[in-house]
């Protein structure tokens, strides 16, 4: 063989042995991250445990560079965020950090839509930092969405009933509106309402009754036997025969009034099955398995 020809081999067969090489020193390199990407989220729940929460994060933040596919390091990310945040407390950087971990939560929720901690974490973070506007728009994101579950596309709509529930109610039951009647000759209180001196309020609360029915319907829709559904559109009911009062429309107050009962009935009937159900639970975890 030629000497140029023994150099070319030579060349080839070192070419090959160094690619061998280095696939072997990525993999290995692989496995040792992975190994101590897992170290990293050791040592943040370590350190989250003993409540240091900066270094929870710096530890989380180190995993997450390690092994950019472990599934559990951005969860600790936001986790530890979190709880650096100090409810109640309105200095900017506080409130920034809330707003970081919001974020946070949302990368997780653009791999894993599903993810039911991410989505309760942000409902609660809006809630704590008062942007009602934000954490309205937050749940009915999920109620609208056709890719949730409907128990879930349910919950979010009751959520929703709720608030509209209470915008209602503290217009209706403030002294201005709620008036109590006492009779001397028997001692009989008599309750009656009426309008409010300003008439946004009035229409707020109409419009807040409007809109809480049709959540409670939609919720009821997903899930009918939906006990605190059907609670809410009960409330909802009354709401709005306060309101009819209030409007001078005795009709419409005995109509609201007439479906309201229709629906006390049936809540009465939910909340009876579930107390049913709860008692032949108990009793099954008191009896002695049998054998």
């Known amino acids: 063989m030629k000497l140029a020809q023994i150099r070319t081999v030579i060349v080839a067969v070192v070419l ?6 280095l696939i072997v020193t990525a993999s290995g390199c692989g496995v040792v991250n992975r190994i101590r990407s897992k170290n990293q989220l050791n040592e943040a729940a370590r350190a989250y445990r003993q409540g240091n929460f900066v270094e ?3 530890h989380s933040r180190e995993a997450a560079q390690l092994d950019p596919d472990n599934k559990t390091a951005p969860m600790f990310i936001a986790r530890t965020i979190h709880m650096q945040y100090r409810p109640g407390v309105q200095a900017p950087e506080n409130i920034a950090k809330a707003e970081q971990a919001i974020q946070a ?17 942000i409902a609660y973070l809006y809630g704590a930092l008062r942007q ?5 728009d937050w749940i009915a994101k999920r109620a609208a969405s056709d890719t949730t579950e409907p128990a879930k596309r349910a919950e979010a709509y009751i959520v929703l009933a709720s608030k ?8 209706t039951e403030s002294p201005a509106t709620k008036i109590t009647t006492v009779d001397p000759t028997n001692n009989k209180a008599t309750v009656s309402y009426k309008k409010p001196a300003d008439a946004k309020e009035f229409n707020q609360a109409q419009m807040c009754v409007k809109q809480g029915l049709s959540e409670a319907e939609n919720a009821i829709k997903f899930d009918p036997n939906n006990e605190s559904a059907w609670s809410y559109k009960t409330n ?3 709401e709005a025969a306060k309101l009819a009062e209030m409007d001078g429309k005795p009709d419409q107050k005995a109509q609201f009034t007439k479906e309201y009962e229709v629906a006390l009935k049936r809540t009465t009937e939910l909340s009876a099955a579930a107390q049913k159900r709860k008692e032949e639970d108990a009793r099954q ?5 049998k054998g």
């Open 285 to 289: 975890a008191a009896s002695p398995p």
């Open 16 to 21: 090959v042995v160094g690619c061998a090489v």
């Open 236 to 238: 909802l009911l009354l």
């Open 132 to 136: 009602e506007d934000k954490l309205r």
């Open 105 to 121: 939560y949302q990368e997780i929720l653009n791999k894993n839509p599903q993810d039911e901690e991410a989505y309760k974490a």
């Open 164 to 171: 509209d529930w209470q915008c209602s109610f503290n217009i």
């Open 56 to 58: 929870a994060e710096q």
